[in-house]
């Protein structure tokens, strides 16, 4: 362990504060505080659960999308904050919070439905325009992240217009930004401008609120990648499920899914009961944060989640598909199976009681998890291989069949040509086709920007090209980018146009 911090000391491409947070967690790492069994151990060891670097004592929750619709009433005890009365007070006031917000990055993965919360303050639009502009370049440069996340709509606002307008001017990558999206409540001028904004700046992405509302009995929140969350709490952890590396593992796709799944299944969940249990009972957490004591998140509202990748890396391997048509993406058959794989784990995972998840009926919640920077051809949750990709309506109804089992976060991505990007109201009704075949999340960019999506976070092209020549960059997330980039060649998407 000491080699390993005294590399990190040494390395001269990260910044200062990217080697304070990757010391912070060598030194967690130095601890053992879960009882790992033998079985859980070895789908470790074969790369069959992944604990995504949450660290091996978990001392904050993983993801928190705190309430603040409350603290811009209220104001902060803790910070000393009065409500606000103006645009200044009211960004100023989000600028102090958002340092006091831990997650698994240490930056807060949420920063409100910004339009709704800033809405109020609007009195001159060129004075909002400013402070807002000034918030976002704020956030980008502080909270060095792009897991961090903004929510708008699904209503037209001012605010809501001004945040996309400052977005373009600003390209930055941070923060991602989803559009809670409403057909019957978001008028087209409004979508149109955020899928403009997303042409050139790769966000918002869209999420299909009617959808969304319902899972979660009323309003959520789009936090990190596409994780839907419910507001005031969060998630304690995000383990995931490689189904490419388990699938090696059983002797056939009925040992599969007889034995070997619901065996995985199992132990990963006892991985996630013992992170929640210290989390819960041991950190004090939710005993000290002043979040809690002031109410802005409470601990009933926060639940785990069950991540999964390699659906159709897991699908081929059973069907052992050697041609394009009949593999996962363009085969019934495979697709099918798909599906029976996903409604399996989903049974296993929602009848298996959790501790600490009354928010989620006492059970932990499916997530189609984005991927890391270190695969190597094993696709995000449940996508089709990049270069597989069928045709555009094909697709479409295709990722629309698993977008319901999956709660807590699913989405696709497509890139549009230059022809496409020309008519951003048709690539709005594809939205809205997508939405009414049962999609839960899209994104989109355009084929020639800087800006572009990496899996459900933002990175772009120019910054990747400088780490690679071993220049500083100052977003932590170029990393995994540049990983994603070489490991799993995410800019050889199929780029969509007129088909």
Not at 7 to 17: C, E, G, M
Not at 219 to 227: H, R
Not at 325 to 334: L, Q, V
Request: charged share 25%; proline share 4%.
């Amino acid at each position: 362990m000491s080699d390993v911090i005294l590399s990190l000391i040494k390395d001269p491409v990260l910044t200062y504060h990217q080697k304070v947070n990757a010391l912070a967690h060598a030194a967690e790492d130095t601890l053992n505080v879960f009882r790992i069994t033998p079985q859980l151990q070895a789908y470790l060891d074969a790369g069959a659960i992944c604990d995504l670097f949450e660290g091996s004592a978990p001392y904050r929750p993983r993801y928190i999308t705190m309430d603040f619709e409350k603290f811009m009433k209220e104001g902060s005890e803790f910070l000393e904050l009065q409500p606000p009365k103006d645009i200044w007070e009211a960004t100023n006031n989000l600028m102090i919070l958002y340092h006091h917000i831990p997650s698994i990055t240490t930056f807060p993965v949420y920063v409100g439905n910004l339009d709704t919360l800033l809405e109020p303050f609007i009195n001159d639009v060129d004075e909002a325009y400013r402070a807002i502009k000034f918030l976002l370049l704020h956030i980008d440069r502080t909270i060095t992240d792009s897991f961090c996340h903004a929510n708008i709509g699904p209503h037209k606002t001012v605010a809501g217009e001004l945040i996309l307008k400052a977005t373009q001017e600003l390209n930055t990558m941070t923060p991602n930004i989803t559009l809670k999206y409403d057909k019957d409540i978001t008028p087209d001028d409004f979508a149109t401008l955020a899928i403009e904004t997303s042409i050139k700046v790769a966000k918002p992405s869209f999420s299909n609120d009617k959808m969304f509302r319902k899972d979660f009995d009323g309003d959520y929140a789009i936090a990190s990648c596409y994780n839907g969350l419910n507001i005031g709490g969060g998630a304690y952890t995000l383990v995931r499920m490689n189904l490419a590396r388990l699938a090696p593992l059983a002797k056939d796709y009925e040992d599969f899914m007889g034995n070997v799944l619901p065996d995985a299944i199992e132990q990963m969940a006892h991985l996630m009961d013992e992170k929640v249990r210290f989390l819960v009972e041991e950190s004090t957490f939710f005993e000290s944060s002043f979040l809690v004591k002031e109410g802005f998140i409470d601990r009933k509202k926060f639940s785990g989640m069950f991540g999964m990748v390699g659906l159709a890396e897991c699908v081929n391997h059973f069907i052992g598909a050697e041609k394009k048509e009949d593999r996962f993406g363009h085969s019934k058959k495979a697709d099918d199976m798909g599906v029976e794989i996903i409604e399996k784990m989903t049974e296993l995972v929602h009848n298996r009681p959790a501790k600490y998840c009354e928010i989620t009926d006492g059970h932990y919640v499916m997530h189609a998890q984005v991927g890391i920077d270190t695969d190597h051809g094993i696709s995000p949750g449940c996508r089709i291989p990049i270069g597989d990709e069928p045709s555009f309506p094909m697709h479409i109804k295709q990722t629309a069949r698993f977008h319901k089992y999956f709660k807590s976060g699913i989405g696709d991505i497509f890139p549009f040509d230059e022809t496409a990007c020309k008519n951003p109201s048709s690539i709005l009704d594809i939205i809205k086709g997508a939405f009414e075949e049962g999609m839960r999340y899209f994104s989109l960019y355009g084929g020639d920007a800087d800006v572009i999506r990496i899996t459900g976070y933002l990175v772009k092209k120019s910054e990747m090209d400088k780490l690679y020549n071993k220049e500083q960059v100052i977003q932590q997330t170029v990393v995994f980018g540049l990983g994603a980039r070489e490991n799993s060649h995410i800019l050889e998407r199929r780029v969509r146009g007129d088909e």
